[in-house]
């Protein structure tokens, strides 16, 4: 399964942005979907998830208030809104999607660069 992500750009400090992570299948199938990033130099960390009912969502504790993620399962999209953007926001960000099966099957897409400058 293909995941895109779209919506990444420059942005100055205190901007938002909104990423897409879109879907060619139902999205109903994922027991949870989320974003991750990645800096230059650094891990890939865990920015939000958000469970298959899309009312249960976590977030990291760098973007807690100023970022909300949402899934609508009509549209097979999820969504990050990224407000009072940050210039250590910037990073690659990922979509990713777990389908429980016999194991644990993770989906990645390939990435949208989000900058944001001072």
């Known amino acids: 399964v293909q995941l895109v992500e779209s919506g990444g750009g420059l942005v100055q400090a205190g901007g938002s942005l909104r990423l897409s992570c879109a879907v060619p299948?139902?999205?109903?199938?994922?027991?949870?979907m989320g974003w991750y990033r990645q800096a230059p130099g650094n891990q890939r960390e865990l920015v939000a998830t958000?469970?298959?009912?899309?009312?249960?969502?976590n977030y990291s504790d760098s973007v807690k208030g100023r970022f909300t993620i949402s899934r609508d399962n009509a549209k097979n999209t999820m969504y990050l809104q990224m407000n009072s953007l940050k210039p250590e926001d910037t990073a690659v960000y990922y979509c990713?999607?777990?389908?429980?099966?016999?194991?644990?099957?993770?989906?990645w897409g390939k990435g949208t660069l989000v900058t944001v400058s001072s």
């Open positions: 958000v469970m298959s009912d899309g009312g249960s969502a």
């Open positions: 990713n999607a777990e389908e429980l099966r016999l194991t644990l099957i993770e989906y």
């Open positions: 299948t139902s999205i109903s199938r994922f027991n949870a």
